[in-house]
C-alpha cells in the first residue's frame, strides 16, 4: 500500500459510513478511520448546512432556513444519527435488562420512547436555530453544532471506552482515535469558531461559541455514560445518540446566549 492511499484510507471510510456521498472503493473496505476523522466531515457538513439555513432564512424565514438545514444534514447522513438516538431512547427508556435492551435496539421499528425523543429533539434544534440564524453571525453556531456533534463521536474511539456485547461497528472502531488525536481535533474546531466569531461579532460570540462547545461535548459524555452503565458499552447507535445530543446542547446554549 504506499503512502498516499494509506493517507486517504482514513477520511473516504469516515465520508463513505458518514455521508451519502460516493467514494472510491478504497473508502469502503474499512471502518477504522470513521472515527478519526468524522470531525473534518462535520466540518464540511456544517458548512453547507450553515450555508443552506442562511439562504432559507433570507429568502423565507429563520425558521424555514433551520428546518431546511436540519432536513439537508438529515438527507446527507441519511439520517444515521437520527435513527441511532431513537434506537437508544426505545433502549434505554423503559425500565429494562441490559440484554433486553440491547435487543430492541436492533430492531428495525421505532418505539414510543424513541418517537417523542426524536420529535421533541428535532422541535429543540429547529427553534434554536431559527432564533440562532435571526441574528448577525449566528450560523456560525449551527455549523459549529454540526462539528462538535462528530467531536462527541470520535471520543467513542478512544482506547479503554466499553464496547457493547454484539455491536459489530462498536468493535471496529474501538481504540482507533487517540487522546493526543482527539484534543487536538477540539483545540483545532474551539479556535476556528472563536476566531471566526470574534471577527464577525466580537469577543462574546466566541467566548460563547466555545462555552457552547464545552457543554455540547459534555451532553455527549452524559449518554455515553448512561449507555455505558445500562448497555455495557457503546455501540454505533449511541455514538449517533451522543452526536445528537451535543448538537442539540451546542443550538441552545448558543441560541441563549449568544448576543
Known amino acids: 500500500m504506499s503512502d498516499r492511499r494509506a493517507w486517504w484510507a482514513g477520511p473516504l471510510e469516515s465520508v463513505a459510513l458518514?455521508?451519502?456521498?460516493?467514494?472510491?472503493?478504497?473508502?469502503?473496505?474499512?471502518?477504522?478511520?470513521?472515527?478519526?476523522?468524522?470531525?473534518?466531515?462535520?466540518?464540511?457538513?456544517?458548512g453547507v448546512a450553515?450555508?443552506?439555513?442562511?439562504?432559507?432564512?433570507?429568502?423565507?424565514?429563520?425558521?424555514?432556513?433551520?428546518?431546511?438545514?436540519?432536513?439537508l444534514l438529515a438527507t446527507l447522513t441519511r439520517a444515521l444519527h437520527l435513527d441511532g438516538l431513537a434506537d437508544t431512547a426505545d433502549g434505554l427508556g423503559p425500565l429494562r435488562g441490559r440484554e433486553r435492551a440491547?435487543?430492541?435496539?436492533?430492531?428495525?421499528?421505532?418505539?414510543?420512547?424513541?418517537?417523542?425523543?426524536l420529535v421533541l429533539t428535532l422541535l429543540l434544534q429547529a427553534a434554536a436555530g431559527a432564533a440562532l440564524l435571526a441574528r448577525d453571525g449566528g450560523w456560525?453556531?449551527?455549523?459549529?453544532?454540526?462539528?462538535v456533534a462528530r467531536l462527541a463521536m470520535a471520543r467513542a474511539g478512544l482506547p479503554g471506552t466499553p464496547t457493547a456485547e454484539g455491536s459489530?461497528?462498536?468493535?471496529?472502531?474501538?481504540?482507533?482515535?487517540s487522546r493526543p488525536w482527539l484534543v487536538g481535533w477540539v483545540l483545532i474546531c474551539a479556535a476556528l469558531a472563536a476566531a471566526a466569531a470574534w471577527l464577525l461579532?466580537?469577543?462574546?460570540?466566541?467566548?460563547?461559541l466555545?462555552?457552547?462547545l464545552a457543554a455540547g461535548l459534555l451532553a455527549g459524555e452524559a449518554v455515553r455514560a448512561r449507555a455505558s452503565?445500562?448497555?455495557?458499552?457503546?455501540?454505533?447507535?449511541?455514538?449517533?445518540a451522543m452526536g445528537e445530543a451535543a448538537a442539540t446542547v451546542v443550538l441552545l446554549v448558543a441560541a441563549a446566549s449568544m448576543p
Open 229 to 240: 452503565a445500562r448497555l455495557g458499552g457503546v455501540t454505533g447507535d449511541v455514538m449517533g
Open 201 to 208: 461579532t466580537g469577543p462574546a460570540a466566541a467566548a460563547v
Open 102 to 117: 440491547l435487543q430492541v435496539m436492533h430492531q428495525g421499528d421505532v418505539g414510543p420512547f424513541g418517537v417523542v425523543t
Open 50 to 71: 450553515a450555508g443552506v439555513g442562511v439562504l432559507g432564512a433570507h429568502l423565507v424565514s429563520p425558521l424555514a432556513g433551520a428546518v431546511t438545514a436540519l432536513a
Open 168 to 177: 459489530s461497528l462498536g468493535r471496529a472502531v474501538a481504540g482507533t482515535v
Open 210 to 212: 466555545v462555552g457552547a
Open 140 to 147: 456560525l453556531a449551527l455549523w459549529t453544532a454540526v462539528v
Open 18 to 46: 458518514l455521508t451519502v456521498v460516493r467514494v472510491p472503493a478504497a473508502g469502503t473496505t474499512s471502518t477504522r478511520g470513521v472515527l478519526p476523522w468524522a470531525p473534518l466531515v462535520g466540518l464540511a457538513l456544517g
